[in-house]
């Protein structure tokens, strides 16, 4: 099946810093989305971008579906974006599949 | 518009009771799933159905099943709980737009 790897594993950052998260996978796909999930375990959808850029406030996403990786920019960070961001995605009807995540500490 | 709701929210069950998780969703979308996630993980998809009456195995159906009886619900069933399906539990429903996930139910088995 599909395989999704993100990067880095752990982000530490002070408030107010920029980062950029990384999710490379290993076929092509149809469907691929950026969740956030808060310190509650809330999954919060934050982008469905399977190609192309896309910016929602401070957030912004790109995906390169030839090159089978999507990036996501956090642009000054702020203790509220703390939590685990994931990369998932599918391609067809098959199942959306899930990367580890990156789990991000943002330091007042 | 509530989107896609489980209940319950929080469960402690004793090794080998028998339970039933409840999804609900109100866009009308086909596609349902569960999934379960563990410290450190990300998400597992237990089960999925791709319409009213349909079920099929995910990644980790062992111990687990499944009935989508109505288009709106997805059920998820524990017959003999064991520890090791202490776990948090997500269900979610797929549209032209993506995944919708639910709040999660936090299960312990004790």
């Known amino acids: 099946g599909i395989q999704v790897e993100q990067s880095p594993p752990d982000l530490i950052l002070q408030e107010g810093a920029n980062s950029t998260l990384r999710c490379n996978f290993s076929d092509s796909v149809n469907n691929l ?69 990156t789990r991000l500490s943002v330091i007042a | 518009n509530a989107g896609v709701t489980q209940t319950p929210k929080f469960r402690v069950l004793k090794t080998g009771q028998s339970m039933t998780l409840l999804c609900a ?19 597992r998809l237990i089960h999925y159905s791709v319409g009213e009456g349909t079920t099929a195995k995910g990644e980790v159906p062992d111990g687990y099943n499944v009935s989508r009886l109505k288009k709106q619900n997805f059920l998820l069933g524990l017959e003999s709980a064991a520890p090791s399906q202490t776990s948090v539990y997500f269900c979610a429903s797929r549209g032209g737009r993506g995944y919708t996930f639910g709040s999660g139910t936090r299960l312990t088995v004790v």
């Open chain 2, 25 to 43: 969703q109100d866009m009308n979308h086909e596609y349902m799933y569960w999934y379960r996630q563990d410290p450190g993980m990300g998400l």
């Open chain 1, 33 to 101: 989305q950026w969740f956030h999930q808060n310190p509650w375990g809330q999954l919060i959808n934050l982008f469905y971008i399977p190609s192309g850029t896309k910016q929602n406030g401070r957030l912004s996403a790109t995906t390169v579906a030839t090159e089978r990786y999507s990036l996501l920019y956090i642009s000054s960070s702020q203790t509220t974006d703390s939590g685990v961001y994931f990369c998932a995605l599918n391609s067809g009807n098959t199942p959306l599949v899930f990367g580890k995540g």
